[in-house]
T-cell receptor, first 116, second 115 residues
Framework: AQTVTQSQPEMSVQEAETVTLSCTYD???????LFWYKQPPSRQMILVIR??????QNATENRFSVNFQKAAKSFSLKISDSQLGDAAMYFC?????????????FGEGTQLTVNP | DGGITQSPKYLFRKEGQNVTLSCEQN?????MYWYRQDPGQGLRLIYY???????QKGDIAEGYSVSREKKESFPLTVTSAQKNPTAFYLC??????????????FGSGTRLTVV
């Protein structure tokens, strides 16, 4: 079974600084997708960024980027120029790349605090 | 606007009662999912359904039941057999096959408390 591990239960960053959230996963599959979701205090889950395993280029969405290391099974999220609105719980997630509506497997989450 | 609606937002259950959480989507998504969220444990999959009239158990299905009679609806029943039902429940949906617009759309959740 696939597992996703986030080893940092809590992180903090100063406003305008950069922070990196870690995620590792375990799988024997070669075709899969990785995601970072954000859950603010409203508890609404918001997709931040996605990465296809077959793509070597790291995904980027504005201030959010990933460092995807396929051989190491590592998928970290970098938030640049942190803003107060970035404060949230962040979840790393894995999904097999099959055509059968496969499930998402989530990590335990990292609570990010942004200090003014 | 398309989306997923979960109701109610807050739900209180007495010991021994069954309660049903509603999840409705108008996104024309094929697959629907129920997750349970507890502090420090992330999201754990309860049940999922890829097509109408079919569903599969997730990792923590004991004490829960679901139905999928319509594509738009995937209600979750928390039965009296679930010994620790107090949690936050999230419903999600997705397109059946991988596509460039890939991932889940989530509802806003239901907070269930046993009183």
């Amino acid at each position: 079974a696939q597992t996703v591990t986030q080893s940092q239960p809590e992180m903090s960053v100063q406003e305008a600084e950069t922070v990196t959230l870690s995620c590792t996963y375990d799988t024997s599959e070669s075709d899969y997708y990785l995601f970072w979701y954000k859950q603010p205090p409203s508890r609404q889950m918001i997709l931040v960024i996605r990465q296809e395993a077959y793509k070597q280029q790291n995904a980027t969405e504005n201030r959010f980027s990933v460092n995807f290391q396929k051989a190491a099974k590592s998928f970290s999220l970098k938030i640049s120029d942190s803003q107060l609105g970035d404060a949230a719980m962040y979840f790393c997630a894995y999904r097999r790349g099959e055509t059968s509506g496969s499930r998402l497997t989530f990590g335990e989450g990292t609570q990010l605090t942004v200090n003014p | 606007d398309g989306g997923i609606t979960q109701s109610p937002k807050y739900l209180f259950r007495k010991e021994g009662q069954n309660v049903t959480l509603s999840c409705e989507q108008n996104l024309n998504h094929d697959a629907m999912y129920w997750y349970r969220q507890d502090p420090g444990q992330g999201l754990r999959l309860i049940y999922y359904s890829q097509i109408v009239n079919d569903f599969q158990k997730g990792d923590i299905a004991e004490g829960y039941s679901v139905s999928r009679e319509k594509k738009e609806s995937f209600p979750l029943t928390v039965t009296s057999a679930q010994k620790n039902p107090t949690a936050f429940y999230l419903c999600a949906s997705s397109i059946y096959t991988p596509s460039p617009n890939y991932g889940y759309t989530f509802g806003s959740g239901t907070r269930l408390t046993v009183v």
